[in-house]
Structures are given as structure tokens and as C-alpha cells.
């Protein structure tokens, strides 16, 4: 029996199952019986498209590898899922809003499982210095926003650019590490022990 009879029973098959009164109703019962028959027929039987020439098998080179998902990317598209969200002080999850570390942690505990310290000043101790040349997406950049002291974090995403939570009356948003007033406050970039390579 050809291949396209056996693609054709089984499609009948599968329209009768799914309509079966109507179809039952339509049919005669001598018509019945030998469509059936030849469903019966082609489901049982060998294609002679099988019965000629096994399928080839792509050679092992040419499976696709299943890809790992890269956890610098998980986490910026994370936070890039965040934007918008707004500010507020001690803020910790989206529905109340973030402060700068709040939304940090959220992201690296959310994305990956990580759990960061709970304030931007714990955050920039606990971390490996980056030099700002090596730095890669998902590693934390710190700002002096008031007085000598780190007081602002938010998440690199590469390309110059970082997101980040950042005061009362703003919302989550990515900006510049070089637009001026994150350039003069820049207080420099740690990876996070998870993320060392």
C-alpha cells in the first residue's frame, strides 16, 4: 500500500473519531465496513516507502547540541522584563515597587537562585572589583550618590549600558555608565561570587 494511503486512512481515522455521529449517519453500512476495512488495512500495513528504503539518520555531527542558557543573559533579560516598575524605598518585589538593591536582589534570587545581601553597600563588600574595561553583563556597578559612600547599585548589560532602580519618583529604566551624572558617581563594578567566570 502506498505511503499517501496510509496518511489518507489515517486522517479518516482521525476525522471519524472526532465526528463520529455525524459521519456514522452519512454513510451507508456496507460503506461503513469497507472504509473501515481499508483504515484497518493501511494502519497495519508496512509503507513501500518503508519497505524500500530505510529513513537515513542525519550523522551525529549534524544533531543540533542542546544550547545551556547563559546566566549572564538570563539575568538581563530578567530585569529588562522589570523596567517600568516603580521606585520605592525599601521596596522588594514588583507589585510594591524597588529600591535600587531591592530590585538587585530580586533579579539575581528570581533569575538564578542567588541570594545577594540585602543593601547596596553589603552588595559592593561582598563582590570581586572589576576593572570597568572587563566588566560583562550581570556584574554590579556602584555609584556615590550621597556623600563618599556607595549608595546606588544596578546591573550591567553590557554595551555602557546598566538597569537599575533609581529614586523616589522614577521607575526601573536603564541608562549610560558615561551620561555625566552616573560618570561623575561611578564608584566602580563587582562580579558577584556565582558569576566569576
Known sequence: M???RLIAAAAL???VLSNANAFASSLTPDASLGCVE?????LT??????QSAPLAMPPDSLVPAPVAADPRQLLADFALKLRDIRYRRG???PATGFDCSG????VFAHALGID???DSASQFLAGTRVDRNQMKTGDLVFFHTHGKRVSHVGIYLGEGRFIHSPSTGERVRVNRLDEQYWAHRFAGAK???NLSS
Open 103 to 106: 530590585f538587585v536582589h530580586y
Open 13 to 15: 481515522a482521525a476525522a
Open 116 to 118: 545577594l545581601p540585602d
Open 2 to 4: 502506498a505511503y499517501q
Open 191 to 193: 562580579r558577584p561570587e
Open 45 to 50: 500495513a508496512t509503507p513501500a516507502v518503508l
Open 91 to 93: 521596596g522588594r518585589a
Open 38 to 42: 481499508d483504515v484497518m488495512e493501511a
